[in-house]
């Protein structure tokens, strides 16, 4: 039985969160992402394997190298499952506004 990493397991990490901020930016070696940690490489690399499981990061060979990349499809994922919440949050703190504008007290 294969087991499927849950892409929002992943991304509750912090460790994997600034993982993804750093290759948002451009494409980096394991050993260059594990420079900007205090992390073992071990453990970066394991960050890394779960991120590339969830397909939130693709991999490239170049020569030796392996670059990992941001998958800007599964973060897109990730956001329309958020944006319905993040709109019901909205419209709630734009209705508790307009009532606190409109209290008696607050006038």
Same mark, same amino acid.
């Given at each position: 039985?294969?087991?499927? !990493?849950? &892409?929002?397991? @992943?991304? @509750? *990490?912090?460790? /994997? !969160?600034?993982?993804?901020? %750093?290759?948002?930016?451009? @494409?980096?070696?394991?050993? @260059?992402?594990?420079? =900007?940690? *205090?992390?073992? /490489? ?10 590339? $499981? ?9 020569? /030796?190298?392996?670059?990992?990349? %941001? +998958?800007?499809?599964? %973060?897109? $994922?990730?956001? *329309?499952? &958020? ?8 419209? !709630?703190?734009?209705? %508790?506004? +307009?009532?606190?504008? =409109?209290?008696?007290? =607050?006038?």
């Amino acid at each position: 039985m294969e087991l499927r !990493r849950d &892409v929002f397991q @992943a991304i @509750a *990490d912090p460790t /994997r !969160r600034a993982i993804i901020t %750093l290759v948002a930016l451009h @494409a980096m070696t394991p050993g @260059a992402i594990a420079e =900007n940690f *205090d992390s073992s /490489r071990q453990t970066i690399s394991r960050h890394i394997q779960i991120l590339t $499981e969830c397909e939130i990061l693709g991999q490239e060979q170049n020569g /030796r190298e392996i670059y990992y990349h %941001l +998958n800007p499809k599964k %973060l897109k $994922e990730i956001a *329309d499952f &958020v944006e319905p919440f993040r709109k019901m949050w909205d419209d !709630r703190f734009n209705k %508790l506004e +307009n009532i606190m504008k =409109n209290y008696p007290g =607050n006038k």
